[in-house]
């Protein structure tokens, strides 16, 4: 294994790296990543990029709201059950507000915690980092990754391959 974690193209325009990011999913690449100072429109189609977080966020909703509604009526109907009054000892409309803030809830935790998980965080350091020219990444430059992790990579092809994009600079990432 290279001791490269990837290669970096440094353009000077949004529209440069839209293209470069296309060209890259066109060329059969993967492992693709692109920084810039502000959103770039069309980036994350570029990238085909698609996030099942969604579903996560849905799945703890629907798996809190459950657990709680169906606890609540477990502890009011069957472990501690008082007759009050003659009312039911499964009452579902008083259940409602808690079942709705622990949905939220538990949607809102499972989002953060996938979100870190699928981020790598807390990460400190991170090898683009070593990059001197990756601090204007903040500023006024754009960026695209290519992967030493990606099927296709060969380092002289992906660099042939990023250099044939006309940017201003391909830099080596070290691991």
């Known amino acids: 294994m290279s001791g490269l974690r ?3 193209a440094e353009f000077a325009g949004a529209d ?8 890259a999913r066109r060329a059969g690449y993967v492992a693709l ?25 849905f799945i703890a909703g629907l798996l809190g709201g459950a657990t709680i509604f169906l606890f609540q009526g477990w502890v009011h109907a069957i472990d501690w059950h008082l007759d009050i009054g003659g009312r039911r000892s499964f009452a579902a409309p008083a259940f409602i507000v808690p079942t709705f803030e622990i949905t939220i809830l ?6 953060v915690f996938a979100m870190f998980v699928k981020n790598g965080l807390p990460r400190l350091h991170h090898p683009l ?3 001197p020219a990756f ?9 695209l990754f290519i992967g030493a992790d ?15 994009l ?10």
Not at 33 to 57: D, N
Not at 154 to 161: D, G, K, L, Q, V
Not at 166 to 175: I, Q, Y
């Open 6 to 8: 990837g290669l970096l």
């Open 16 to 23: 440069d790296v839209l293209a470069a990011a296309r060209a």
């Open 33 to 57: 990543e692109v920084f810039s100072p502000y959103p770039v429109e069309g980036v994350a189609e570029a990238l085909a990029f698609r996030s099942r977080l969604a579903w996560v966020t």
């Open 106 to 111: 538990s949607a809102a935790l499972a989002t």
């Open 129 to 131: 980092f070593a990059i």
């Open 135 to 143: 601090e204007r990444a903040s500023q006024d430059r754009f960026f």
């Open 150 to 164: 990606d099927p296709r990579f060969a380092e002289s092809a992906a660099r042939a391959f990023l250099e044939s």
């Open 166 to 175: 006309a940017p201003l600079e391909v830099h080596d990432v070290p691991r």
